[in-house]
Nanobody, 123 residues
Framework: QVQLVESGGGLVQAGGSLRLSCAASGRTFSNYAMGWFRQAPGKEREFVAALSRTGSSTDYSDAVKGRFTISRDNAKNTVYLQMNSLEPEDTAVYYC????????????????WGQGTQVTVSS
């Protein structure tokens, strides 16, 4: 099993930036692709970004492409999501999660969900 702790969320004005971090423990972190998903109130959880095990390949949803950057540090068992040019539509709880398949935007290819971190973007 993998335990995950997300951090770095908060309240930011539109156009601002945040950097989310996700610290993993348990099974070997580098064995997994990593993904970020988000869930806004009243909406389904949606794919944001994914990263291969080595970090050499990335995948982004159209909604965040060009604004968000996913990265990882396998030595620190940590994955990051740099979010720039934030928009009110980015307001959601953000989750990092290990993936058993890359690339994948499908929830069923991910397991061991953490508690998430709240991101709120004001207009």
């Amino acid at each position: 099993q993998v335990q995950l702790v997300e951090s770095g969320g908060g309240l930011v004005q539109a156009g601002g930036s945040l950097r989310l971090s996700c610290a993993a423990s348990g099974r070997t972190f580098s064995n997994y692709a990593m993904g970020w998903f988000r869930q806004a109130p009243g909406k389904e959880r949606e794919f944001v970004a994914a990263l291969s095990r080595t970090g050499s390949s990335t995948d982004y949803s159209d909604a965040v492409k060009g604004r968000f950057t996913i990265s990882r540090d396998n030595a620190k068992n940590t994955v990051y999501l740099q979010m720039n040019s934030l928009e009110p539509e980015d307001t959601a709880v953000y989750y990092c999660v290990p993936g058993v398949r890359y690339p994948s935007r499908t929830l069923r290819d991910y397991a061991y969900w953490g508690q998430g971190t709240q991101v709120t973007v004001s207009s």
